[in-house]
């Protein structure tokens, strides 16, 4: 439905109070009701604090979203859907390990505020590839038939590994561009030889 909402409005056009609105709603959907989970999950002091820490960070990367002038096809660290994600489906593969738990959230805030980190808009580049949308709706239809047949768990620690691959995809793909030899200058073989 994140997604739709935007679709829309670049379709049909948007207003103020629209934009206001979507913030306000992934605010709570991306924001507190995930945090209220974590809260609930880690249990005392220690899970309000880091409840109220997840929300802030969220809240503080959907402000720097909403006045971020850079490419739109790209996010500047981990869009908060994807830090949702990761927090709900922590919450329900290992609600009880709370300290676990607590690792996903701490690691996936941080990551959401990363701003130096640049992700792929996943809805607007899969809106430019237009044949891709069948694969789409039948990975859809498999993680509800996953659901049905394994049980939520095993949907949520699907969708905890989608999630956490897409968060960690550009440090992987930068170290991956270090090690490999291809991206060294020329000649820079031939003089690491001489030396």
Known sequence: CDG???????????SRFGVLVDDVADGISFGIAPAVAVAVTVGG?????????YATFTVARLVYFTFDRGSRSHFSGVPSPVGALVVTSAVVVFGDYPTVVAAFTAAIALAMVSFATRYLHLGRWLAAKRELLPLA???????????????????????????????????????????????????????????
């Open 4 to 14: 739709c909402d935007g679709a829309a409005a670049r379709r049909w056009g948007g």
């Open 137 to 195: 709706a039948a990975a859809v239809l498999a993680m509800v038939a996953l659901a049905w047949i394994g049980g939520g768990t095993a949907a949520a620690l699907v969708l905890l590994a989608l999630a956490c691959s897409y968060a960690l995809s550009p440090n992987v793909l930068a170290i991956w561009r270090l090690l490999t030899p291809a991206h060294e200058p020329q000649g820079a073989t031939a003089h690491r030889r001489a030396d």
């Open 45 to 53: 002091g220690p899970g309000v604090a880091l409840g109220l820490l």
